[in-house]
């Protein structure tokens, strides 16, 4: 347990308003409340805008706020130019995945960091994105708002899809997030209870507690200090 | 009757645990949800495994009792609780222990000291005055504050229209969103 303790734990996706119910500062508060080092407030809406979150608190003391924008986009062209007209405006770029087309254009597109639950449709990812994801270093999405929000036979659908993804990621060493993908501060879990819905989709503890700490301290370290020279070509040291 | 011997016995688990919520929960209700979670979640083999229990539950907070080689299943459980006779609710395990007193002495009698987070009391409930505020983008009544946090309910089609989506009674917002009005509660 002493590795959980030490660990520092962020969520990648959360929204606010003006998109969803909860204002960024409360989300921040509650986020803290749960046990979080950061959290990264995306904005999310169908204009792919992003809106600069004017955050009217102080910062709490040993938290990081990041900004995102989850671009949802039906073509693949489309895609690409929300990707380009977002770039170096936020930290962290990810795409609303689910259709096939999209997921295997965010996985191809190394500018993304994160393809958000790419299974939402109950489609599960191939052997082909995977490995595309893990050499472009896009973080795969495993939602646990897929698990929370649905049951029954929709929950068992993408459960079974998410299961696989989770074992391709596995076998082609592609990186897996955990997020909250949270619409109101109801929908936040504590660390914990996420690497528990993590490992109820296919991960093992400790690629939970991955997941959750040190993938998305890695795509932030990458995305803040500048270290990415152009696609898959970043200064590690 | 003879007791069962002290080896023979189930080894447990206490969780102790925090419900935020949009109102009110009844012990009851809680315990039937927990349960209704469980059984969706794992079956009714896999929850009779667990041995899930409510042992107290007050004031919003309570410990639960699981086996002890199945607490990551409980706390999967619990996390998919997401509302309660319609009310949006949220569990958060505050600590594990072995015994109901450690559970109780650690998490839910003390206060961690590094972190100085203000006591989570009930939340207050205004009925008296009516208090219109707003915040920018959305204006609303004030229905629930618990220190810095607010409710706020607004009925207004674009207001109804977010809150339909995030699937919330009550805007979330925070006495920093006020601009320039102070708010006495």
Known sequence: MGIIKSSNFYDLNV?????????????????????????????????????GTDITMPT?????????????????????????????????????GGDEDI??????????????????????????????????????????DALIRHRGGSRVRILSAIRQNARLARKFDAPMVITSNARSHYDLR??????ALGMLMGMTQEEALHALSTVPGSIINRNRNNNRIMDGVEVVQ | MKILPPTLRESNRY????????????????????????ATLHGDAGSSEMGIRLLSFEENKGIIQCRMDRVWETRAVLA?????????????????????????????????INEPEPERKRTQTIKESRM???????SGEVVNRNNNEIDLLSEDPHSLEILNRSNTRYFGITVFDIKDKEIDV
């Open chain 1, 15 to 51: 929204h606010t308003l003006p998109d969803y119910a909860d204002s960024p500062s409360r989300m921040i508060l509650e986020a803290k409340y749960m046990g979080y080092s950061g959290i990264c407030l995306t904005s999310i809406n169908t204009a792919n805008t992003f809106h």
């Open chain 2, 15 to 38: 969780l102790a645990i925090s419900v935020t919520s949009e109102g009110d929960i009844p012990r009851r209700d809680l315990v039937n949800e927990i349960l209704f979670c469980a």
């Open chain 2, 80 to 112: 998919t609780v997401t509302s309660i006779k319609g009310m949006r609710t949220r569990i958060k395990v505050l600590g594990v222990s072995g015994t109901v007193r450690g559970a109780t002495e650690k998490y839910l009698l003390t206060q961690d």
């Open chain 1, 103 to 144: 997921n295997r254009g965010a996985v191809e597109n190394g500018r993304v960091d994160i393809l958000a639950h790419p299974a939402s449709r109950g489609k599960p990812l191939n052997h082909v994105l995977s490995k595309a994801a893990a050499d472009n270093g896009v973080a795969i999405d495993f939602n646990i």
């Open chain 1, 190 to 195: 504590g660390p914990r209870e996420m690497m």
């Open chain 1, 60 to 96: 709490p003391r040993d938290f990081e706020i990041y900004t995102g924008i989850e671009i949802q986009a039906d073509n693949l062209s489309k895609l690409n130019k929300y990707i380009n007209r977002s770039m170096n405006k936020v930290d962290i770029i990810t795409v609303s």
């Open chain 2, 132 to 138: 219109i505020i707003d915040v920018g983008t959305i």
